[in-house]
């Protein structure tokens, strides 16, 4: 165990001056964004990895140009479908 | 402890979190997605071949994490500065 591992009470908390306080919610902010990326990532990585890496057997740990290629387009092209449906979804808010 | 190392303390023990559990994620996507792929009828045991072929789909499957994360990144940052500009 180090030195910082321990658990954070009430008492800890009191003890945090502003500038700290200031810094950790940009801190928990930057967190929330990299997560909110992360987890959008791993659904991403399901669909395209259907789509992209369809060879049965894997005879090699790496991707090939082909598969890197497809995952690219594949993320691409699904905020592309993503931003369409959206738009489209306005235009039929606005004709009602 | 002084407020420097409460902020420490707090900051380490929130990145242990959120990337264990990003790895927790990964590691669960990689079972599903590799079982299925590389083990298509159970028999009574692993065959070498299964063996095989899960630990180069777990490396294929982490390597094709990277790029779309790295694809998503740059399509949001491109987002964003379309969003400046209009």
New interface residues.
């Given amino acids: 165990m180090s030195s910082?591992?321990?658990t954070?009470d009430q008492t800890?908390?009191e003890?945090?001056?502003d500038?700290?306080k200031t810094?950790?919610r940009q801190?928990?902010a930057n967190?929330e964004h990299?997560?909110r990326?992360?987890?959008?990532?791993?659904e991403?990585?399901?669909i395209?990895?259907k789509k992209?890496?369809t060879s049965?057997?894997?005879?090699?740990?790496?991707?090939d140009k082909s598969?890197?290629g497809c995952?690219?387009n594949?993320?691409?092209r699904f905020?592309d479908a993503n931003l369409a449906t959206m738009k489209h979804l306005a235009s039929m808010r606005q004709q009602q | 402890m002084d407020s420097d190392s409460v902020k420490k303390a707090i900051i380490k023990q929130a990145l242990q979190a959120t990337n264990t559990a990003n790895a927790r994620t990964l590691i669960e996507n990689i079972n599903e997605k590799c079982f299925e792929r590389c083990v298509p009828k159970p028999g009574s045991s692993l065959s070498s071949g299964e063996k095989t072929c899960l630990t180069s789909c777990m490396e294929k499957y982490m390597a094709a994490w990277n790029e779309v994360n790295a694809t998503y990144i740059r399509r949001i940052q491109q987002e964003i500065g379309n969003q400046n500009l209009s």
């Fill in positions: 910082t591992d321990f954070i800890d908390i003890k945090l001056n500038k700290d810094e950790l801190f928990f967190e990299r997560s990326i992360q987890s959008q990532t791993h991403l990585t399901g395209c990895w992209c890496v049965g057997t894997f005879r090699s740990g790496a991707l598969e890197q995952l690219a594949c993320v691409d905020m």
